[in-house]
């Protein structure tokens, strides 16, 4: 009985199975895509309507003084999010990548930032910097980037906040 | 000898799809769009599925024009590595299709004849990559030759394949791995020598990363068995004695060792090798082999009475694992099998997104140790952790769903109350008819412009001053005759000395007229975008209701989609189970054959006991008599 099953079980997976499945497979994947993305949509359009939308992005160019282990982000006083970097995550940002830090919701205005980074320094010193910036919020999504770039000249890295354009 | 290939396969095929897709390395920024940026970023950290939904996102959403072609092809390679095939030919033809630079028209066209490699259209690579992709750019060159390399093998044209081994530095993962598959393509083709030359430049590389070792031991176990099939055993001895006793090879290694040791004649030195090797699980290979060849081992070396007792334990352990793989196969038909294998996925919280998810070691995996290294148990294995990864996510979002509908009524109710104060508004904007009194404004500053006409711009004093001037004007008309002529003279003075004063900087004043009436126009042109947002939240309501059924109807996909993730489950689950099954079947009918060939050996063993007992019978005086090196009762249940 059960090597009857068994082969039942064997015959019908091989009919199921290789290019069909494969196929299947397929449709089912670009199938959730589309569910997902038209989800992430409508949870953005509800969590972070465009008029009040901030992103704060992080890029990293190119990263021969400083390595990010990890960074505190504060929007208008108040802890916004922190992250830790993976090893991954730093060799996609060194790769040019651009990390979606937070997205917010602001009112029209002026507001201010400050980002705490710990990370690694030129000579594999241990580094922790603050920086601070300010953007005006009008309609429409906003984006801030906080830039971190080598200064070949001091041979130090330099932090800073700006507007993306 | 196949362990880890399929392995390889995909780490080596991943290599190729991130340097092909994102080239640089160490140079300064030249990401000018974030959604780009972004996407590049989910991809590399290998988050696939979000990097894909993103630039899904982004190019629906507009968010990218300088990087849409370079987005396309990271969308198309992303599609081809995540077994979305058709998709991604149809990313790769359509941008084709377009107007694109050469490089990224380069980068489709690899990209493509990658794809057609790994559907194992190798002609068609080979044209795409030759007639299309021709001189690859320098940025480019590795990934061309090494894709080029691969499909050559594929050909078995390995004269070809092995000129574009250059391209490669020695040091590059993709080297060794290349140059292990030609020399083994050698070895069984035209040119053994080179071969056997190759491997043993690979298996005497420098100890280096996992990759590297893997690959090093199993160029000298390739050596070896080369060796040993071509009259070169006292070379294949001296290159095992130094194999290593631990690893994923360890076991053919010692079979191997002491195989060749019997070839040399040196079974005292072969068996301590091959009891080393009984002591591992029974449910390997090379230990089923050992167990078989150690009772001849005694035999061969006049140890009848142990030749026997490893015979009969040869013949104990084989039926004791008949027995147990009878029990898996319950398992396996019962699912139960499966589900040890898979244990609990860990859904971790933690920075990595993709949780391992390896078979675990649960009792039966040396069976199916071998079939786990094989691509065809890591496709279907990988295809249902990222089964299980696809629920886990849509049963995320179920578990949103009722968040989503507090926000929408919450949006509602706000809408609710903020609708009749804007409504208000805007009724109150409309009748206040600003920008109607702004044009008729515009029109008398134009026509008193036009007439050079200097009272709309006079200031208080002088209107007061050329009213009062009026008045007299009005006043001396009414006095006749009475009326002196100075009088009407002084009159006619002061108006002409009003009109000279207001004429004389006539053009600031109307410049400043105008700069304010330029003002007012720029402020109505605010209110107007003001008043637009306004009209576009009151009308929000309407988007709301289209968000709702957007809801409702992503309610219903999600159910759908859930239903059909589990049936795909459970059909790769099948899958995979036939296959566990046929596995196991494998090993019963192997098991049966080793088990035969004990018996016959020990029946070979009993018969040659009995024929030399009965010589020594029938010739009592040629010799003292001798005792038997074992009772002469066959075993029970052993037949030839």
């Known amino acids: 009985m059960r090597r009857a099953f068994i082969l039942l079980l064997m015959l019908v997976a091989a009919q199921l199975h290789g290019a069909e499945l494969d196929k299947d497979l397929a449709d089912f994947k670009r199938d959730v895509l589309e569910v997902n993305k038209r989800l992430l949509l409508l949870e953005e359009e509800l969590l972070f309507p465009a008029d009040t939308q901030v992103g704060i992005y992080v890029s990293l160019d190119v990263g021969h ?50 980002a705490f980074i710990t990370g690694t320094g030129p000579a594999g010193r241990e580094m922790r910097q603050g920086v601070t910036g300010h953007f005006d919020k009008n309609h429409g999504r906003h984006f801030v980037q906080l830039h971190i770039e080598d200064d070949t000249a001091k041979q130090q890295p330099r932090f800073r906040f700006r507007d993306w354009r | 000898m196949r362990m880890r290939g399929s392995l390889k396969g995909l780490v080596v095929g991943l290599l190729l799809l991130s340097s092909l897709s994102w080239a640089r390395l160490d ?27 993103r630039a899904q996102m ?33 990313v790769f033809n359509q941008l084709l299709d377009t107007q694109v630079s050469g490089e990224v028209a380069q980068r489709a066209w690899i990209h493509l004849a990658g794809l057609y490699y790994r559907q194992q259209k190798y002609q068609q690579a ?72 190759w491997l043993w430049q690979l298996a005497n590389m420098p100890p280096g990363d996992a990759q590297v070792n893997a690959i090093k031991e199993k160029a ?48 005292r030195k072969a068996l301590p090798v091959l009891q080393q090797l009984d002591t591992k699980s029974i449910q390997r290979l090379p230990v089923q082999e050992a167990q078989l060849a150690i009772p001849y081992l005694y035999e061969q070396m006049g140890d009848q009475r142990s030749a026997r007792q490893a015979f009969e334990t040869a013949l104990d352990r084989f039926a004791g694992l008949q027995q147990y793989l009878l029990e898996v196969e319950a398992d396996i038909a019962s699912g139960e099998w499966f589900t040890a294998m898979v244990g609990e996925p860990r859904w971790s919280t933690a920075m990595d997104p993709v949780p391992p998810f390896l078979p675990r070691r649960v009792e039966s995996f040396p069976t199916f140790y071998e079939w786990f290294a094989t691509t065809e148990f890591q496709r279907g294995w990988n295809n249902y ?19 989503f509908e507090t926000l929408m009524a919450a949006h509602r109710r706000k809408q609710d109350e903020t609708r009749p104060a804007a409504r208000a508004l805007l009724d109150d904007l409309s009748q206040q008819d600003f920008q109607g009194r702004m044009t008729r404004l515009q029109r008398r500053y134009d026509e008193a412009v036009a007439k050079q006409d200097p009272l709309p711009f006079a200031t208080d004093k002088e209107r007061k001053l050329w009213e009062a001037q009026q008045n007299a004007e009005q006043r001396t008309e009414g006095w006749g005759k009475r ?158």
Do not use: C
């Open chain 1, 65 to 114: 003084f400083f390595q990010p282990d990890s960074i505190t982000l504060e929007l208008d006083g108040e802890v916004l999010t922190s992250h830790l970097y993976t090893e991954k995550e730093i060799r996609a940002l060194k790769n040019g990548a651009v990390q979606r830090l937070a997205l917010a919701n602001v009112k029209n205005g002026d507001h201010e930032l400050t």
């Open chain 2, 27 to 53: 140079e300064p920024h030249q990401v000018q769009e974030l959604a780009y940026g972004e996407v590049a970023y989910l991809y590399l950290k290998g988050d696939y599925f979000a990097a894909l939904t």
């Open chain 2, 58 to 90: 982004a190019l629906e959403r507009g968010e990218v024009e300088i990087h849409k072609a370079d987005m396309e092809v990271l969308l198309g390679a992303m599609y081809s590595a995540y077994g979305m095939p058709e998709d991604a030919e149809q």
């Open chain 2, 126 to 197: 080979l044209a795409m990559l030759d007639q299309q992709v021709g001189e690859p750019p320098a940025k480019l060159e590795e990934v061309y030759f090494s894709l080029r390399a691969r499909v050559l093998m594929r050909l078995q044209r390995y004269e070809e394949a092995a000129e574009l081994l250059d391209a490669f530095s020695e040091d590059h993962p993709l080297n060794a791995y290349l140059r292990y598959n030609l020399a083994i393509s050698w070895i069984n083709g035209k040119h053994p020598g080179l071969g056997q030359e």
């Open chain 2, 220 to 267: 000298m176990l390739a050596l070896a068995i080369y060796m040993l099939r071509s009259d070169q055993e006292d070379r294949a001895l001296a290159l095992l004695r130094d194999a290593r006793l631990e690893g994923p090879f360890a076991d053919i290694s010692l079979l191997l060792y002491a195989r060749a040791l019997l070839i040399e004649n040196q079974p």
């Open chain 2, 385 to 403: 952790h990222e089964l299980l990864r696809q629920k886990n996510l849509l049963t995320q979002w179920q578990e949103k769903l009722p968040a």
């Open chain 2, 483 to 640: 009326k002196r002529p100075d009088v009407t003279a002084k009159l006619d003075f002061y108006k002409g000395v009003l009109l000279w004063e207001m004429q004389e900087n006539i053009v600031p004043r109307q410049w400043e007229r105008q700069h304010q009436l330029n003002e007012i126009d720029g402020l109505l042109d605010e209110t107007r975008v003001l008043r637009s947002r306004v009209l576009f939240a009151t009308y929000r309501s309407e988007r709301l209701e289209d968000f709702s059924q957007e809801l409702n109807t992503l309610t219903g996909e999600l159910e759908r989609l859930q239903k059909r993730g589990a049936l795909l489950m459970r059909r790769q689950q099948y899958g995979l189970q036939a296959s566990a099954y046929e596995q196991v079947t494998e090993t019963r009918n192997r098991l049966k054959r080793f088990s035969a060939s004990a018996h016959e050996g020990l029946a070979d063993l009993y018969h040659r006991a009995l024929r030399s007992s009965r010589e020594r019978e029938q010739a009592p005086d040629e010799a003292a008599p001798q005792s038997s090196a074992f009772p002469l009762q066959p075993p029970m249940g052993s037949s030839r």
